[in-house]
C-alpha cells in the first residue's frame, strides 16, 4: 500500500484533500491526522471491520478501547447512552480540547472500538484539521495515536510515517502539535469521578469544574492487570527501542548517580543517552545528552518528550537514563508517560 502524504495547517485547510481524506474513512479506511496533543489514526467509529484494521496497523491488543472524537457538542449524545451532568459541566469548560471522557455508550458503538466493555471514551479536538476531517468522515471518528504500539507518540507527521508508511493510506501532514502528549482522561461512569490518564488539563482544573476527582492509583505504578477501560492503563506505552532507567531524588544527588550508571555502561561497552534539563546537561560527560527544557517550564517539556525519545532511537543508544519530573503542575502527566515508557524501572537516590 502506497503511503500519501498531504501538507496542510490550520489557518490554510485543503477541503479538496480533507474530502479525500473523509471518503477514505467513510469507505472503511485509515488516515492519520493531527490533533492538539498527538497525531491520531482515524477510523469510521461505527465501522468494526475499520477498527480491526486499526489494531492491526498499529499491533495494538484489540482488548485496548480507542477514543471516539466527535465534532459537535450535541453528538456526544448518539455516543453516549446517558449524559451526567459533570460531563456537560466538562465539555462547556474543556471543549473543544485535550480531555476524554469515559461515559456508558450506546448500543450502537461496536464493542471493537470499546475493547468489549460498555464504556466508550470521547473527545472533541480543538485542531481545526481534526474537526474538519471528523465531519467529512461522518462525524465520528475513532483514534489511537498514530504509532506502532508501544513506540513513543507521534507529534510530527515524519514519526507516523516512520511507523506507518505502507500500512495507511493518507497521513495529513498539519506540522508539529501543540502540547505532546495524549489528553487527560476521566472516567465518569464511577460514582467518584477518576482520572484514568493525566494530561494538559489537571485533577485540579477537572475539581475546579465538578468538585471531588479521584486518581487512579496505578497511573504512577505498575499498570493494573484488570481489563483496560481507556487507552494506555494496561500496557508498556511510549516506549523507547533502548532500555530507560529513571533516576528520582535531589538534583545533585540524581546527577551523580547519572553520571556514574553512565560511566559503568560505557565502561560495559554500552551507548548511553541521557535526558536531561537546560540546566543540568552541561553537568554530563557521557553518551549523547538531550534537554527537554527548562526544568519549570512543564509545557515544553511535555511538548518534547516523544520527540526525545524518538531521537534516541536514530542514535541507536543500548541505555537512557533521565531525570524525573515529579515537582512539576504537569508532572504526573509527564512522569506518568516516563514510568510507563521505562516500564517502572526507576532507581531512587537520597
Known amino acids: 500500500m502506497k503511503t500519501t502524504i498531504v501538507k496542510m495547517d490550520e489557518d490554510n485547510i485543503d477541503f479538496k484533500n480533507i474530502m479525500q481524506a473523509g471518503e477514505i474513512i467513510r469507505q472503511g479506511g485509515l488516515v492519520a491526522f493531527p490533533t492538539e496533543t498527538v497525531y491520531g489514526l482515524g ?5 468494526a471491520k475499520a477498527a480491526e484494521k486499526i489494531y492491526a496497523a498499529k499491533g495494538r491488543p484489540s482488548d485496548n478501547p480507542l477514543i471516539v472524537h466527535i465534532c459537535y457538542m ?3 449524545e448518539q455516543i453516549a447512552a446517558y449524559v451526567p451532568k459533570e460531563a456537560k459541566l466538562l465539555a462547556k469548560a474543556f471543549w473543544p480540547g485535550p480531555l476524554t471522557m469515559i461515559l456508558r455508550k450506546q448500543k450502537q458503538v461496536p464493542d471493537e472500538i470499546t475493547g468489549g466493555m460498555d464504556t466508550v471514551a470521547v473527545r472533541m479536538p480543538s485542531n481545526e484539521i481534526a474537526l474538519a476531517l471528523i465531519r467529512a468522515g461522518g462525524g465520528f471518528v475513532a483514534a489511537p495515536s498514530a504509532n506502532t504500539s508501544g513506540r513513543p ?6 514519526h507516523v510515517y516512520e511507523d506507518l508508511q505502507g500500512r495507511i493510506p493518507m497521513i495529513i501532514d498539519g506540522g508539529q502539535v501543540g502540547i505532546g502528549i495524549e489528553s487527560t482522561i476521566i472516567d465518569l461512569t464511577e ?20 468538585g471531588t476527582v479521584t486518581c487512579d492509583p496505578a497511573l504512577l505504578t505498575e499498570a493494573s492487570i484488570k481489563k483496560p477501560k481507556a487507552p494506555g492503563m494496561k500496557y508498556k506505552h511510549y516506549a523507547p527501542k533502548a532500555q530507560m532507567v529513571l533516576v528520582e531524588g535531589d538534583t545533585s544527588q540524581v546527577i551523580s548517580k547519572i553520571k556514574e550508571l553512565a560511566k559503568q555502561a560505557a565502561l560495559n561497552g554500552k551507548q548511553v543517552g541521557i535526558i536531561g534539563t537546560k540546566e ?3 553537568c554530563y ?8 527544557g527548562e526544568r519549570q517550564d512543564e509545557e515544553t517539556i511535555a511538548h518534547n518528550l516523544y520527540k526525545i525519545l524518538r531521537e534516541f532511537d536514530k542514535s541507536d543508544v543500548d541505555i537512557i537514563y533521565a531525570e524525573c519530573f515529579f515537582q512539576l503542575q504537569m508532572g504526573r502527566a509527564i512522569m506518568n508517560r516516563m514510568l510507563k515508557a521505562a516500564g517502572h524501572q526507576i532507581i531512587q537516590v537520597t
Open 43 to 47: 477510523a469510521d467509529a461505527y465501522n
Open 74 to 76: 450535541q453528538d456526544l
Open 153 to 158: 507518540s507521534p507529534t510530527n507527521a515524519a
Open 191 to 210: 460514582t467518584v469521578p477518576m482520572v484514568l490518564r493525566p494530561g494538559y488539563i489537571t485533577m485540579e482544573m477537572l475539581q475546579n469544574v465538578i
Open 280 to 282: 543540568t546537561i552541561d
Open 285 to 292: 560527560e557521557q553518551g549523547l545528552v538531550l534537554s527537554v
